[in-house]
């Protein structure tokens, strides 16, 4: 069975603090990785990763691809309260997007 | 910045009844999805829609279940005789092709009394 796991479950770190979430997937159809942070309401998009070791970055945000050990990191660093969200990981598998349990993630000031 | 749009923002509803859940899609997408959130749950994956017919379906979505692309814009849900269980928040997602990523509408909270 097609599963996403994502670990920790919840997180709670101090402001200016880097923190890495981790994604693991074992799905039959590959086709790529996403992460969306989602705050109240719908996720919003933050990176897709289809390669491996290829690392995207988006301000204080990065996240790598292992497709090897199956497995993706989002690391956020100089944390500030507005990265507080549900960082959620989901795997593109053809016609569906699987997705695990999300990191709640905290930032305390 | 074109965006997924969905209405209405919260539905509440007689267990029993019928529901439509409406979204409008990125006008040049191609590929469509419903999915759902229970309180406190992950995101599941309801169904996906391409060239006028679902592609794939969840065993979630069952009979009670059906989608629909009446126009050339709008893509909806609806749920024929609704449970306590369907209350969650519904989001709807479309993206250009498969290689794309798949954008996500503001939802609507479905709440079933």
Redesign the interface.
Known sequence: EDKVVQSPLSLVVHEGDTVTLNCSYEVTNFRSLLWYKQEKKAPTFLFMLTSSGIEKKSGRLSSILDKKELFSILNITATQTGDSAVYLCAVDSNYQLIWGAGTKLIIKP | EPEVTQTPSHQVTQMGQEVILRCVPISNHLYF?W?RQILG?????LV?FYNNEI??K?EIFDDQFSVERPDGSNFTLKIRSTKLEDSA?Y?CASRRD?TD???????TRLTVL
């Open positions: 999805y999915y749950q992950k995101v599941e994956f996906s592609s794939e969840s928040m989001f498969v990523t798949q954008y996500f509408g503001p939802g």
